[in-house]
């Protein structure tokens, strides 16, 4: 089983399906441990969708406010940003936040990283 994060809970659809779901809880049509695996199932979803679908890039100039690690979650807090989209547009915010988690995919490559080679001399001798 992968590792999902629930960043995208927060969005407008994630509290829509949220509420929803509490609805649907209040009124006895689903219980709150169906409403739980289907959160956990839009988390993955949308963090698929993400990593599959969205291949547009993005740069930003702007002031490092403050930033920290918690868990391999990344926070960034910058102030007076100018965002360049691919496209060409520029974006300017007076606040960005960025969250960067680890992916599923580098978890897998460093587990393989991890794992002894074998001593091809040993082979040899058996």
Known sequence: MSHTYELYRGSSVGLALADSLDA?????EITPQLA???MERYDRAVCDVFQK????KATFKGHLHTYRNCDDVWTFYARD???KMEAG???TVA???IIACKSPQADAADAIKKTPAKDKDKDKDS
Do not use: D, F
Request: glycine share 0%.
């Open 81 to 83: 940003c100018t965002l």
């Open 89 to 91: 547009e520029t974006v």
């Open 53 to 56: 679908q969205v291949k547009a």
């Open 36 to 38: 739980i695996r289907i």
């Open 95 to 97: 606040k960005l936040k």
């Open 24 to 28: 649907l809880i209040s009124s006895n």
